[in-house]
Nanobody, 121 residues
Framework: QVRLVESGGGSVQGGGSLRLSCAAN?????MAWFRQAPGEEREGVAA???????NYADSVSGRFTISKDHAKNTLYLQMNSLKPEDTAMYYC??????????????????WGQGTQVTVSS
């Protein structure tokens, strides 16, 4: 079993930055960030694979950076140039196996509880 604990969310003005963290209780190869705004479906934001390659949603490409500290089993999401439309609950997801590169919820079996990000205009 994998336990994922997110942290780092908060409130920030538009144009600001936040860094989210996701601590896993063991090493796991495939990890990603998703977000869900009220009344919306959960959407993929960024993913990092076991070979350290990454993939981003078009809406965050160039503004967000996903990274992983293998020694600490911790996933990060550096979010810059934040916009009000980035406001959502952000979730960490993980899986031991590669199930696809589309940053889709079907590709991950383990989920954290989420951390709220609120961006004001």
């Amino acid at each position: 079993q994998v336990r994922l604990v997110e942290s780092g969310g908060g409130s920030v003005q538009g144009g600001g930055s936040l860094r989210l963290s996701c601590a896993a209780n063991r090493r796991i190869g495939f990890m990603a960030w998703f977000r869900q705004a009220p009344g919306e479906e959960r959407e993929g934001v960024a993913a990092i694979f076991s070979d350290s390659t990454t993939n981003y949603a078009d809406s965050v490409s160039g503004r967000f950076t996903i990274s992983k500290d293998h020694a600490k089993n911790t996933l990060y999401l550096q979010m810059n140039s934040l916009k009000p439309e980035d406001t959502a609950m952000y979730y960490c997801a993980a899986d031991d196996y590669f199930r696809g590169a589309n940053i889709d919820i079907s590709e991950y079996n383990y989920w954290g509880q989420g951390t709220q990000v609120t961006v004001s205009s």
